[in-house]
């Protein structure tokens, strides 16, 4: 037997110490009544003692492992051990437990094994005067022996799968945390109270004065960061994608400490609960860089229909007069070739300009990012 082993197996069912629970305490009162024994225990054996997972007539936490009856299991050969009289077996007589309280008679367990094959402890019943179990009774105390186990195994799954939930819970929220922008959930009650599930940190980008406490004890504070000309058209719709649970989308802008102006678009998807209630999950996504090239491609295409209508329009009418004029002569030649470097001069100019901004622009931008 490989005892570091079966401490190891032991330790992973994380029992030692726990508070009573409600299904072994059963299992050993039922022992008690099958065997007719005063005395009944669910004992597991650790390095140096036998701790007592349920007990059923006596007031006992654990005993020293050299002292109990237990470890005689350990070989996991037995399917039960039974001691008719403890007074007169030489291996037992002089043990303080029968001596002294709960001054045992007789012994009889069936092992507790985990599902790698090692025996953790004992379901045993107990009597302070000698007995004997027939064939039923000692049938019944190793099939009670065997639901010991399958609650032990049972109990041990949900803590590792409670465990893994937390554990994948945290990473998701680690993950959340990190993702560029702002990922929620929030619910809507009918009188159209907002209360925030989850909030991912990302909150604190949108202004320096918002937190995760802040938003999750009083929700509508966002509002109060919205630019003033956007809060009633985003109130407004809002509140027909709720009455008609349609896919929401809004962009708006928010107005920093420094009076700089951000812009942002709302994503959400609002599903009906129970009752009257409406939960929300969304986005929100910071596309100042969106509208600030939204700003420049409108401002080109203006400096391009006024700035370069001027060349043109000397080009148009250079050439009419060249049409409806059949009498040029080499003066008036060379002359019209010079107005028409000119404009060819000033178009390349404009567009050079042109092309050095938006070079500027895409730096800033990436520097930004």
């Not at 012994?107 to 094994?113: F, R, T």
């Not at 039923?136 to 893994?164: F, M, V």
């Not at 959400?268 to 129970?274: D, F, H, M, Q, R």
């Not at 002359?335 to 567009?351: G, H, P, Q, S, W």
């Amino acid at each position: 037997m490989d005892e570091f082993a079966r401490l190891e197996d032991l330790d992973s069912y994380e029992i030692l110490g726990t508070d009573p629970e409600k299904q072994f305490d059963e299992i050993t009162h039922l022992a008690s009544v099958i065997c007719n024994t005063p005395i009944s225990l669910i004992s597991l054996i650790d390095k140096d003692r036998q701790w007592f997972k349920s007990v059923y007539g006596i007031d006992l936490k654990e005993t020293p492992k050299e002292d109990g009856f237990c470890h005689y299991l350990l070989d996991g050969i037995s399917p039960l051990f039974e001691v008719e009289n403890a007074v007169e077996d030489s291996r037992f007589k002089n043990s303080p437990l029968v001596e002294n309280f709960p001054h045992i008679g007789f012994y009889a367990g069936a092992p507790i094994k985990s599902s790698s094959g090692h025996v953790l402890g004992a379901l045993c019943v107990i009597d302070q005067k000698p007995n004997k179990l027939n064939n039923n009774q000692k049938k019944a105390l190793e099939i009670l022996a065997k639901k010991t186990t399958d609650y032990l195994n049972i109990r041990k799954a949900l803590i590792n799968q409670r465990r893994s939930i937390e554990f994948s819970a945290i990473r998701l929220k680690e993950i959340l945390d990190n993702t560029p922008g702002v990922i929620f959930q929030f619910t809507i009650n009918k009188n159209f109270e907002i209360n925030f599930d989850f909030i991912s940190k990302g909150i604190r980008e949108v202004h320096t004065d918002l937190s995760l406490e802040q938003m999750k004890k009083e929700p509508k504070i966002f509002l109060n960061y919205i630019h003033p000309e956007d809060v009633v058209e985003f109130r407004k719709s809002m509140r027909k994608s709720a009455s008609n649970l349609s896919s929401y989308k809004f962009n708006f802008r928010v107005v920093s400490n420094s009076e700089k102006i951000k812009w942002y678009k709302l994503r959400a998807t609002p599903k009906k609960i129970e009752g009257r209630k409406m939960a929300w999950f969304g986005t929100l996504t910071n596309i100042s860089g969106i509208m600030e090239y939204e700003t420049i491609l409108e401002q080109i295409t203006y400096d391009i229909s006024h700035v370069i209508r001027k060349p043109l329009t000397t080009l148009l009418g250079l050439n009419e007069h060249l049409r409806n004029n059949s009498k040029l002569t080499e003066d008036d030649l060379r002359e019209y070739a010079d107005m028409f470097n000119i404009v060819i001069d000033e178009l390349d100019i404009f567009t050079r300009k042109i092309d050095q901004f938006y070079q500027l622009k895409v730096v800033d931008h990436q520097n930004r990012i």
